[in-house]
Structures are given as structure tokens and as C-alpha cells.
């Protein structure tokens, strides 16, 4: 980590007018000073992501061009307060592996589920 970036990671935003603070200072890195660069896409040997996959993660990665931190910023809503931390590329890789998972294979649980409700009526019916 270098002194152009971030010095501490943010384990919550306790308001919605410290994430707003936030993210004019994060907006002013990518814009202004060029410090910081919006990751849209990673392809390692293990995994690829695309900008698409990152509604799935639940976060975005962004990169100091400085010195190559990753960082992982985690939108506040009403029940989760959100973050702002350092990741590491292993750590994103082993999220985007758990996200191709679960889309490979959530075209499963609607049949299980068909299958499930056509078995508690016919159940009912008898």
C-alpha cells in the first residue's frame, strides 16, 4: 500500500453521509489524480470475470496504479453498512469460482422444486 491511496480500510459506513464523503474522495482518485483504476475485468489462470459478475460478488474491485493494492468496495443498504477494504487477487478468484457455482448450477433447484410441490399435491390430494 502506498501513501497515494488509502491509508486505512473502512469496515462500515455508520452513516449514509460518510459513505457520500467517501465517495467523493473515491470519485475525485478515479477522475482527478489518477490514482485509482476501476477493474472491469481479471482473468487468471483459475478464473475470468467480467464486469457482470460483479452484481453476483456483491462488490467492486478497484486498483491502485501506484502500487497494484486491490481494494473491494461493498455499496451500503439499510441492513448491511457496507465496506471498503484490501482484498487479495486470491481471495476475488475463489468469490468469482463460488459465483460460476452457483450459476452453473441453480438451473437445478427449480426442477428439484417442481418436483417438490408436485409431490405435496399430490400428497394433499389424497
Known amino acids: 500500500m502506498c501513501d497515494k491511496w488509502f491509508n486505512n480500510q473502512i469496515a462500515s459506513f455508520p452513516t449514509h453521509k460518510d459513505y457520500l ?3 467523493f474522495i473515491l470519485t475525485m482518485k478515479l477522475g482527478n489524480e489518477k490514482t485509482l483504476r476501476y477493474v472491469r ?3 487468471t489462470s483459475e478464473v475470468q470475470i467480467d464486469i457482470g459478475d460483479y452484481k453476483d460478488l456483491g462488490y467492486i474491485v478497484y486498483e491502485c496504479v501506484v502500487c497494484g493494492q486491490l481494494w473491494a468496495l461493498h455499496d451500503p443498504d439499510d441492513p448491511d453498512r457496507g465496506y471498503f477494504k484490501r482484498i487479495a ?3 476475488i478468484e475463489a468469490d468469482v469460482r463460488m459465483v460460476k457455482i452457483k450459476k452453473r448450477y441453480s438451473w437445478l433447484l427449480w426442477p428439484l422444486f417442481a418436483a417438490l410441490l408436485l409431490l405435496i399435491l399430490i400428497a394433499l390430494r389424497k
Do not use: R
Request: no cysteine.
Open 89 to 91: 487477487q486470491q481471495q
Open 21 to 23: 464523503d467517501f465517495d
Open 41 to 43: 475485468f481479471i482473468k
